[in-house]
């Protein structure tokens, strides 16, 4: 049966050690894997802009010999041309896997559920999961034991911090988000989420306090606070966030080796200060980088059954 990457939620921590595991393969070059999606075609939907995750995608696929579909909302006027259910069937004709990128996660699901072929969710308002990996990967890469490192979100509760939530709770991992009391990811979501990190003696901890969450911090981690499809709100949010800036004076609380994080695009000089992000202690490259190789593994995992 195929298998769909549509929200961390659904991998088994089983799959998320399996990924990992084939990156560090992928990384060291322990073996030839420059044929291993020969024949295989990735049809790329990118409903919204994209910068990484389109170039590493099709950049990873041409590494395992696969080739790559851009298929753009003027090419294929998803949803307004024809059925989703038509476009799924179609595309699982030609195709052996597609990325989306659209706006909401139940559009997602329903071409998931007619697509004959793997989907994996290139980003919705509510999830990133392929990002979201490849993050607790570098900061697993950097770090090695994450058991009792302080990780911190600081920012807008959106679409990357659900997806740490999960990764996080399944890995075990603590996770202290801070957001303004109207801007905190979603309660069933934080729920769920504390119920899975209970089960892996694992703390998920809110707060509206920026100051609170940065202090001791091993990882601060950062993402825009306005989200793409969000822009009409892009100034009430401005006010919204003022003191959730990661700058110089937020991260001398943190500890002096603390990894500064941001899945980028970042807006400098809002969410993040120029020094911060240029700091010696950020890693927003190597992050962007292991989007590549993660889902190189992803791909390997989910079309040619490694
Ligand atoms: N981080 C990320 O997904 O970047 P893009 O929006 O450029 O793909
Ligand atoms: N939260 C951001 C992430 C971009 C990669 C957005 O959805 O625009």
Same mark, same amino acid.
Not at 35 to 64: D, N, Q, W, Y
Not at 82 to 87: M, R
Not at 174 to 182: E, I, S
């Given at each position: 049966?195929?298998?769909?990457?549509?929200?961390?939620?659904?991998?088994?921590?089983?799959?998320?050690?399996?990924?990992?595991?084939?990156?560090?393969?992928?990384?060291?070059?322990?073996?030839?894997?420059?044929?291993?999606?020969?024949?295989? @075609?990735?049809?790329?939907?990118?409903?919204?802009?994209?910068?990484?995750?389109?170039?590493?995608?099709?950049?990873?696929?041409?590494?395992?010999?696969?080739?790559?579909?851009?298929?753009?909302?003027?090419?294929?006027?998803?949803?307004?041309?024809?059925?989703?259910?038509?476009?799924?069937?179609?595309?699982?004709?030609?195709?052996?896997?597609?990325?989306?990128?659209?706006?909401?996660?139940?559009?997602?699901?329903?071409?998931?559920?007619? @697509?004959?072929?793997?989907?994996?969710?290139?980003?919705?308002?509510?999830?990133?999961?392929?990002?979201?990996?490849?993050?607790?990967?570098?900061?697993?890469?950097?770090?090695?034991?994450?058991?009792?490192?302080?990780?911190?979100?600081?920012?807008?509760?959106?679409?990357?911090?659900?997806?740490?939530?999960?990764? @996080?709770?399944?890995?075990?991992?603590?996770?202290?988000?801070?957001?303004?009391?109207?801007?905190?990811?979603?309660?069933?979501?934080?729920?769920?989420?504390?119920?899975?990190?209970?089960?892996?003696?694992?703390?998920?901890?809110?707060?509206?306090?920026?100051?609170?969450?940065?202090?001791?911090?091993?990882?601060?981690?950062?993402?825009?606070?306005?989200?793409?499809?969000?822009?009409?709100? @892009?100034?009430?949010?401005?006010?919204?966030?003022?003191?959730?800036?990661?700058?110089?004076?937020?991260?001398?609380?943190?500890?002096?080796?603390?990894?500064?994080?941001?899945?980028?695009?970042?807006?400098?000089?809002?969410?993040?200060?120029?020094?911060?992000?240029?700091?010696?202690?950020?890693?927003?490259?190597?992050?962007?980088?292991?989007?590549?190789?993660?889902?190189?593994?992803?791909?390997?995992?989910?079309?040619?059954?490694?």
């Amino acid at each position: 049966m195929k298998k769909d990457l549509l929200s961390i939620k659904d991998l088994k921590i089983e799959e998320i050690e399996h990924i990992f595991s084939l990156t560090d393969d992928l990384k060291a070059k322990v073996k030839d894997f420059s044929s291993a999606l020969s024949e295989k @075609c990735l049809g790329l939907i990118f409903l919204k802009p994209s910068l990484r995750t389109r170039v590493s995608f099709e950049a990873g696929m041409a590494h395992l010999g696969g080739s790559t579909f851009y298929l753009s909302p003027e090419d294929i006027k998803f949803g307004t041309r024809e059925a989703v259910k038509d476009i799924g069937s179609v595309l699982s004709r030609y195709l052996n896997v597609l990325v989306i990128r659209t706006f909401s996660q139940k559009q997602l699901v329903e071409l998931a559920q007619f @697509c004959a072929i793997p989907v994996i969710n290139g980003l919705t308002d509510l999830f990133h999961p392929c990002q979201a990996l490849s993050d607790l990967y570098t900061i697993k890469e950097k770090k090695g034991n994450l058991k009792n490192a302080k990780i911190s979100f600081i920012g807008d509760g959106n679409n990357v911090v659900h997806s740490l939530l999960y990764g @996080c709770a399944k890995l075990g991992i603590n996770l202290n988000v801070a957001t303004p009391k109207n801007h905190r990811p979603k309660d069933e979501i934080v729920k769920e989420a504390i119920n899975i990190a209970q089960k892996k003696g694992a703390d998920i901890y809110l707060s509206q306090d920026p100051r609170e969450v940065a202090q001791e911090a091993d990882v601060i981690y950062t993402d825009v606070w306005t989200s793409m499809g969000q822009e009409s709100e @892009c100034k009430i949010r401005a006010k919204d966030f003022a003191g959730f800036q990661i700058n110089q004076g937020l991260v001398s609380l943190a500890k002096k080796d603390c990894l500064i994080m941001h899945c980028l695009p970042a807006h400098r000089g809002e969410e993040i200060a120029d020094d911060v992000i240029d700091g010696p202690n950020s890693i927003v490259f190597d992050q962007a980088e292991n989007r590549m190789h993660v889902q190189k593994a992803i791909l390997l995992h989910l079309v040619g059954s490694f």
